[in-house]
T-cell receptor, first 113, second 115 residues
């Protein structure tokens, strides 16, 4: 089955630790995206990548970092510089050659204790 | 920059009735796409319906339809014969044409379908 996987579903970390969230897709999509969702709110774009080895900051990139070494993978690192990292994180992908919708993974709930 | 506004934070509807969720957007673009996404309690984002701005005909997907008013920059979602499984957060989203499929989301409307 084609789709997007995110792991883990729930993640707990101590304050001050970096943590990496995984996102993998087998849809052969070039573009991938990371969003943050806070309770009762919409999605805010953290980073996006239109092609391997290239990525751009979104609206709230401070305290986050990404890499895009493979087409299938777009991991997000939440660093200790992120002041309020507890949130729900969604990864998405799309076929950038078409004006097409984004497909979403199931999300990771990060709680920093 | 585009903005998307959903003015109804929460709504409720009785099962089998019809409900309309509102969305307005602001853009200077002529060619774009609009979407409604559903996020049920599982939190998986699911595409409900898509509208191309160049199409005058309103999109329909089974019980879901939109009322697209381009001049008014309005894009409402109508859910007919509401079902308990329609209980979810609904997000309106805007995509500019030829812009890497970047989405701008509204703040969402929480819909509760009551038995």
């Amino acid at each position: 089955d084609g789709g997007i996987t995110q792991s883990p579903k729930y993640l707990f970390r101590k304050e001050g630790q970096n943590v990496t969230l995984s996102c993998e897709q087998n849809l052969n999509h070039d573009a991938m995206y990371w969003y943050r969702q806070d309770p009762g709110q919409g999605l805010r774009l953290i980073y996006y990548s239109q092609i391997v080895n290239d990525f751009q900051k979104g609206d709230i990139a401070e305290g986050y970092s990404v890499s895009r070494e493979k087409k299938e993978s777009f991991p997000l690192t939440v660093t200790s510089a992120q002041k309020n990292p507890t949130a729900f994180y969604l990864c998405a992908s799309s076929n950038r050659d078409l004006d097409n919708e984004q497909f979403f993974g199931p999300g990771t709930r990060l709680t920093v204790l | 920059a585009q903005t998307v506004t959903q003015s109804q934070p929460e709504m409720s509807v009785q099962e089998a009735e019809t409900v309309t969720l509102s969305c307005t957007y602001d853009t200077s673009e002529s060619n774009y796409y609009l979407f409604w996404y559903k996020q049920p309690p599982s939190r998986q984002m699911i595409l409900v319906i898509r509208q191309e701005a160049y199409k005058q005909q309103n999109a329909t997907e089974n019980r879901f339809s939109v009322n697209f008013q381009k001049a008014a920059k309005s894009f409402s979602l109508k859910i007919s014969d509401s079902q308990l499984g329609d209980t979810a957060m609904y997000f309106c989203a805007f995509m500019k044409q030829y812009a890497g499929n970047m989405l701008t989301f509204g703040g969402g409307t929480r819909l509760m379908v009551k038995p």
